[in-house]
C-alpha cells in the first residue's frame, strides 16, 4: 500500500512538471514572437533570444524525463497492479485448497471414526463371540458370570464328535457344530436363559436368579434338550447326522460353578449317562482333583519317557516246542518310583486327547524288548487307535521301519464298539500286510464279537475272563469254551484263554484243548528281564 502511495506521488510530481514546462514553453515562444516583430529592439534582445532558446531546450529535456518518469511509473503501477492480483488470485486458490484440505481433512477424520469404531466392534465381536456359530463365547461367559448372579448351570459336550471329525474331517465338523448351535439356539427361549458355546463341541445353558425356572424345571429342561437333540436329524449335503450330548449341571459355587458343571459332565461320560449333577458332598469335586492329579502325573511320565511296558507271559499249551509269547501292558512310573496301573490313568488320558500318546510309548517299548530279546510280543489297539489318523500313521510308519514284524501281534480291544467295520477291516488288512498277526480280545464277552471272526482276518482269539475265571465250577462256561474252540479250530484261528489264576482252571482249559494260557498263575506282569532273568545274568 506505502508502494502504491509512493507511485501515485511520482505520477502527480511528473504532471506538476510537464504542466509548468508546457506552461514555459508556449509562453517563451509568446514572448519571442513579440519580440521577433518588435524590429526596432531585435537587435537589443538578441542575447535574450539565444537565452530563451537555452531555456526552452533545457525546458524540453525536462519535460521528457517527465513524461519517461510518468510512463515508467506507470509501468510500475501497472506491474504492481498485475502482481497484486495475482497474489490475490493465489491467495483465493490457497484459500480454496485449505478449505479443500479441511473438508477432505474433516472427512477422514470422520472415516478415521468409523472405522476405529468398526474395529472396535469387530474387536469386540471376536473377543466375546464364537467364531464358528456367533453365540456369546467363554470370555463372554467369564464376564457375564461377574454381571449377574447365575442360579443354574449346565455344561454340554456332544458325546463322541472328536471320532465324528476324524471320519468326516474338520470341515463337515464345523457344519454340525453350527447346527448344533442353532438346535440349541432355538430351544432358548428365556431372556434369563443364556446359551453360550465356549469351544469345540461344548455349549454352557446358564440361568440367572428366576422364579418361573427352579432347579427341578431346570433338569427337566436339560432332559427335554437332550433328548429332542438326540431325535434330530441333521442333513447337509447328501449326508445326515445323529448326535447324542451328555451334561453336567452345577446349582451353587458361584465363582466356581463352571468347574462344579464341568466335573459333573465329567462325572456323566464316565458313568456313560446322559445327565450328572454336582452335589455339595465333595465327592465330585474329590474326583475331580484325582483326576487332576493323575493328569500331572500322567504328563510327567510322559516327558520323562517314565511311560513303560510290563509283560505278561502266554504260555503254549498243546504244543510245549512253542515259545512263550508275552503281552507287552502299559504302566507309568511316579516321581517316587511307584509303578502306577493302566485303570487309574487310561481314561484321564482319552479325556485330555493324549491316549495316542499312550500308544506311542507302548510300541517303542515292545519294539525295543523284541529287538533286544527276540521274543514274541503282543500289543493292545484300541478303537481309539484305529479312529485317529494321526496314530494310525504313526503306527504304519512304525510297521514300516520295524525288521521283526513277523514277532509281533495287534490285540483288538473294545470288539463291542466297532461302529465303522470297513476302517477296522482295513486296518487289519493292512496289519497283516507286514507279517503282523491279529487278535481278538475278550472273546466271549457279548454276541457281536462271533461275527468279527467270520468277517476280520483273526489269528488268535483271547476268550474272555468270565468265562475262564470259574470254569473249574461252571459247567456252562465248560461248553461255552468248548464251543469256541471248536469253532476256532474249524477256522484255523488259535485260542487263548485269559485269567488263569489257578492249576485248576490251567487244567480245565488245557483239556478242553484250548492253544495257550495267560493269566496269573501262568504269570504276572512285571519287567521283562524278571521272566527271563538268564538274559540278564
Not at 513277523?406 to 507286514?434: A, G, P, Q
Not at 468270565?466 to 459247567?475: A, E, K, P, V
Request: aromatic content about 12%; hydrophobic content about 40%; glycine content about 2%.
Amino acid at each position: 500500500m506505502n508502494f502504491n502511495k509512493k507511485l501515485l506521488t511520482s505520477v502527480f510530481i511528473s504532471l506538476l512538471l510537464l504542466s509548468y514546462s508546457l506552461f514555459l514553453n508556449i509562453r517563451s515562444i509568446g514572448f519571442t514572437d513579440e519580440i521577433l516583430n518588435s524590429t526596432h529592439i531585435k537587435e537589443q534582445l538578441s542575447t535574450e533570444i539565444e537565452a530563451n532558446l537555452q531555456s526552452q531546450k533545457y525546458m524540453l529535456y525536462l519535460s521528457i524525463t517527465a513524461i519517461a518518469i510518468m510512463i515508467f511509473t506507470l509501468y510500475k503501477l501497472l506491474w504492481r497492479y498485475i502482481e497484486a492480483k495475482k497474489q490475490l488470485l493465489l491467495g483465493k486458490k490457497n484459500e480454496k485448497h485449505h478449505k479443500n484440505m479441511h473438508s477432505r481433512l474433516l472427512k477422514y477424520n470422520n472415516d478415521l471414526e468409523k472405522e476405529i469404531s468398526k474395529k472396535s466392534a469387530e474387536l469386540e465381536l471376536n473377543t466375546y463371540t464364537h467364531f464358528l456359530s456367533a453365540l456369546p463365547n467363554r470370555n463372554r461367559l467369564l464376564q457375564d458370570s461377574k454381571t449377574y448372579e447365575f442360579k443354574q448351570m449346565a455344561l454340554l459336550n456332544i458325546d463322541k464328535f472328536q471320532k465324528f471329525n476324524d471320519v468326516y474331517g474338520e470341515d463337515i465338523g464345523n457344519v454340525a457344530l453350527k447346527l448344533s448351535a442353532d438346535f440349541l439356539s432355538s430351544k432358548i427361549n428365556d431372556t434369563r436363559t443364556f446359551l453360550y458355546h465356549i469351544g469345540g463341541d461344548e455349549f454352557v445353558i446358564a440361568v440367572k436368579n428366576s422364579i418361573k425356572l427352579n432347579n427341578t424345571l431346570f433338569i427337566n429342561k436339560i432332559e427335554d434338550i437332550l433328548n429332542c437333540y438326540k431325535r434330530e436329524s441333521f442333513i447337509y449335503e447328501d449326508k445326515k447326522f445323529n448326535f447324542m450330548m451328555s451334561a453336567g449341571l452345577a446349582f451353587s459355587g458361584s465363582k466356581k460353578m463352571m468347574a462344579y458343571a464341568d466335573m459333573a459332565l465329567k462325572d456323566a461320560k464316565k458313568r456313560n449317562v446322559g445327565i450328572s449333577i454336582f452335589n455339595d458332598d465333595k465327592e465330585l469335586e474329590k474326583l475331580h482333583k484325582e483326576d487332576m492329579e493323575c493328569h500331572e502325573k500322567l504328563s510327567f511320565a510322559l516327558e520323562n519317557d517314565n511311560v513303560i511296558s510290563y509283560f505278561q507271559p502266554i504260555s503254549a499249551l498243546q504244543d510245549a516246542s512253542l515259545e512263550i509269547k508275552y503281552e507287552s501292558l502299559v504302566r507309568i512310573r511316579d516321581k517316587d518310583g511307584t509303578i502306577i496301573a493302566p485303570f487309574r490313568f487310561l481314561d484321564v488320558a482319552k479325556q485330555n486327547r493324549i491316549y495316542y500318546k499312550i500308544t506311542k510309548a507302548v510300541i517303542k517299548n515292545t519294539f525295543e524288548a523284541i529287538i533286544k530279546y527276540d521274543i514274541h510280543c503282543s500289543i493292545n489297539i484300541s478303537m481309539e487307535d484305529i479312529e485317529n489318523d494321526r496314530t494310525l500313521e504313526m503306527l504304519y510308519k512304525k510297521f514300516d521301519e520295524f525288521e521283526h514284524n513277523h514277532n509281533l501281534t495287534i490285540e483288538l480291544l473294545e470288539t463291542e464298539e466297532f461302529k465303522d467295520y470297513k476302517r477296522v477291516y482295513d486296518f487289519c488288512m493292512r496289519v497283516r500286510s507286514y507279517g503282523i498277526k491279529i487278535a481278538l480280545d475278550d472273546f466271549g464277552s457279548g454276541y457281536s464279537n462271533f461275527s468279527h471272526v467270520l468277517n476280520l482276518p483273526i489269528d488268535y482269539i483271547k476268550i474272555d475272563s468270565s468265562l475262564i475265571s470259574n470254569i473249574d465250577r461252571d459247567i456252562n462256561s465248560q461248553l461255552m469254551v468248548s464251543t469256541i474252540v471248536g469253532l476256532a479250530h474249524k477256522l484255523k484261528i488259535h485260542t487263548i484263554a485269559e485269567f488263569v489264576s489257578s492249576k485248576e482252571i490251567l487244567d480245565v482249559v488245557k483239556s478242553l484243548n484250548v492253544d495257550f494260557a495267560q493269566g496269573y498263575y501262568i504269570g504276572k506282569p512285571q519287567e521283562i528281564k524278571k521272566h527271563i532273568p538268564y538274559l540278564f545274568d
